[in-house]
């Protein structure tokens, strides 16, 4: 829906919107944590938490590592987690114009959101996509597949959370 439709909308229909909207958000959040943690064998409530927004901003991004998972992320260089869920992305918008896709966006306003510089883990996905994981490249080679992008001087990295998770913290066996 653009600006100018939902600005025509009475209140109370977009503030239904705005709340579907955040739920939304918040099952993908969960959701991702509950992936992570059961990679390691953990509850995700032991592991994550959900930070709470401060404006239209959230500092310490979407989920924040806690306890042993905290120790496993710091250890890994990972900075905040940010996560989306939204149909309007597209592997063929990044492309065509790396900067100025939405999946560039949401990382680009992760990093200024939070402070950080080059450290966010995106996590994204849509209807019918699995979930994915966009980093600046760590140096990192890959054992699984990965898909790389440079956006000005940067080098990005995406991934599936699978692959991702078996990359930053191979299993022994």
Request: aromatic content about 12%; charged content about 25%; overall charge positive.
């Amino acid at each position: 829906m653009d600006e100018a439709t939902l600005n025509k909308l009475p209140e109370s229909l977009k503030a239904r919107i705005a709340r579907a909207s955040r739920n939304k958000g918040s099952n993908y959040e969960r959701e991702v944590a509950k992936k992570i943690a059961a990679y390691f064998g953990w509850n995700w409530s032991q592991c994550f938490f959900r930070t709470k927004p401060h404006g239209m901003a959230q500092p310490n991004g979407d989920i924040q590592p806690i306890n042993e998972m905290n120790d496993l992320w710091r250890q890994a260089k990972l900075g905040p987690l940010e996560c989306k869920s939204r149909k309007e992305w597209s592997f063929d918008n990044l492309f065509k114009s790396p900067k100025d896709s939405y999946i560039y966006k949401y990382w680009k306003k992760s990093e200024d959101d939070t402070g950080n510089r080059g450290n966010t883990v995106l996590a994204f996905t849509k209807p019918a996509v699995s979930d994915m994981i966009m980093t600046v490249n760590r140096s990192v080679i890959p054992e699984q597949t990965a898909l790389h992008f440079k956006v000005g001087t940067d080098y990005f990295m995406i991934q599936t959370l699978k692959s991702f998770l078996m990359d930053t913290w191979p299993k022994e066996g």
